[in-house]
C-alpha cells in the first residue's frame, strides 16, 4: 500500500486561495452579463413606450414613457458602476 505524500500547509492555502480568486472572477463575469442583459431589455423597454406614444398621448402613455425613461437610466448606471470597479 503507497502512501500519497502530505501536502504542505502552505499549498493547501495557496490552492484554497486561487479557488478564491477564480469564483471571485467567475462572479464578476456573471455579474457585468447581468448589468448588460438588464441593460438591453430596459432598451427594449423604452422602445416600446416611444412605439406606444405613436398612438397618441395619454396618464398611461406618459407613466409608461417615464417609468422605462427610469428604468433605462438606472441600467446604464448600474453598467458603468459595475465597468469602474474592474
Known amino acids: 500500500m503507497t502512501h500519497l ?5 502552505n499549498t493547501i492555502q495557496q490552492t484554497a486561495s486561487e479557488n478564491a480568486e477564480q469564483r471571485a472572477e467567475q ?3 456573471l455579474m457585468s452579463l447581468v448589468s448588460w442583459l438588464f441593460l438591453i431589455g430596459s432598451l427594449i423597454f423604452q422602445l416600446d413606450a416611444i412605439l406606444e406614444l405613436t398612438e397618441g398621448l395619454s396618464l398611461h402613455v406618459a407613466f409608461h414613457l417615464s417609468s422605462s425613461l427610469l428604468f433605462t437610466l438606472g441600467s446604464i448606471l448600474f ?3 459595475d465597468a469602474k470597479q474592474k
Not at 505524500?5 to 500547509?9: C, D, I, N, S
Open 79 to 81: 453598467v458603468l458602476h
Open 27 to 29: 462572479r464578476i463575469d
Open 5 to 9: 505524500p502530505a501536502l504542505e500547509k
